[in-house]
């Protein structure tokens, strides 16, 4: 059964093919990285402008990849929320309007949840149940994950998500857009113990987070310590520590959380996904801490960390499989759209 998956959620136009029987065929990502960057974020009307112009290339490269041709697809899934209301709205028209041409299924895929299953598109991936932590965006989620659509938020953020507060930190630091993997590398030529940064919401129970304190603080932290810097070369080195200080703050507060999760859930499997995930050293701090507490822990590839079409194609396949595919002439986008809400 294949599945065409198509991804327009926000500003990275994903497109992949994916058969049940022998797993991903093809997949192209085009990122509009290089667009936004000179904004410092996503301009939404930029970004459903290039989705219109992309897709449908895309569409056509995957399917030559996959020596496939439309009328070859089982079914088409595509990204129906949360996101970009004007974004959503391009891959829900092409990918409903494909799937009416072709006469087959129409398949709308949570975001979030492509990106809970994409683990699944490695080979050694988790079973249900599981532990999920979700930093994606502006999301960073614990979901206990019972079966497909049986989903339980357990904790939520309260303000900026990690993501967010990477790319802030970024830009004030003077980084690139998207800032995650700039904080990451400059990270590497830090101290990350000049700077005591606080563990937000650790000093509480539950399972939510909140990194708009420590937001804060690392901004009110460089703005003084800038102060005392006499050469470009003391400059680079705060802002090196700084990156490391803050980046160990937000790795201490993740897995930590994920930590009173899986005791308090009692699941000896942890799912890591979204773009955040990507970060190497919560990958390794996660891995030492599940050795040490007796959970196995699940990431995707690299290149499905980030939004993808592989991941809607994979959680398309699965609803089709469990022939959960109501049918209607609606084409739909949800810009706010719960977890909780999907059967």
């Known amino acids: 059964m294949k599945i065409l998956g198509i991804e327009s959620s926000c500003d990275e136009t994903g497109i992949a093919i994916y058969d049940t029987e022998a797993g991903l065929l093809a ?43 439309l009328p070859d697809i089982d ?110 590398e400059l990270a590497e030529q830090g101290d990350d113990q000049r700077f005591k940064f606080p563990r937000p919401m650790m000093n509480r129970p539950g399972l939510d987070f909140s990194f708009s304190g420590l937001k804060t603080h690392t901004r009110v932290t460089w703005e003084q310590a800038r102060e005392h810097c006499t050469t470009e070369a003391e400059v680079q080195q705060l802002k090196a520590d700084i990156a490391a200080s803050f980046q160990l703050a937000v790795i201490d507060t993740l897995s930590k959380k994920c930590l009173r999760g899986i005791k308090q859930t009692g699941h000896r499997q942890l799912v890591i996904s979204g ?35 592989a991941m809607i194609a994979v959680a398309g396949a699965m609803r089709f499989m469990h022939k959960d595919v109501p049918q209607d002439t609606l084409i739909k986008a949800h810009p706010r759209w719960s977890l909780e809400a999907l059967s």
């Open 27 to 69: 997949d192209h990502l085009y990122s509009q990285v290089e667009l936004h960057a000179e904004y410092g974020g996503v301009v939404p009307e930029l970004a459903s402008r290039d989705h219109v112009r992309k897709i449908v290339p895309l569409i056509q490269q995957t399917c030559a990849d996959a020596e496939l041709t």
């Open 75 to 184: 079914a088409v899934a595509y990204t129906a929320g949360p996101g970009l209301v004007g974004a959503l709205l391009v891959g829900s028209c092409v990918g409903k309007s494909i799937a009416w041409a072709l006469d087959k299924p129409a398949v709308e895929v949570h975001h979030m949840e492509g990106h809970l299953l994409a683990p699944l598109l490695e080979a050694d991936k988790p079973s249900f149940p599981f532990l999920c932590l979700l930093v994606s965006g502006g999301h960073t989620l614990l979901v206990d994950v019972q079966a497909l659509g049986q989903y339980q938020i357990l904790g939520d953020t309260l303000d900026d998500a990690a993501g967010e507060a990477f790319d802030k930190t970024a830009k004030m630091l003077g980084l690139p857009y998207p800032g995650g993997r700039y904080i990451a």
């Open 275 to 309: 773009g955040v995930s990507a970060n190497l050293s919560l990958r390794e701090t996660l891995g030492q801490m599940g050795a040490k507490h007796r959970f196995k822990s699940f990431f995707p590839s690299l290149k499905y960390c980030t939004d993808n079409g």
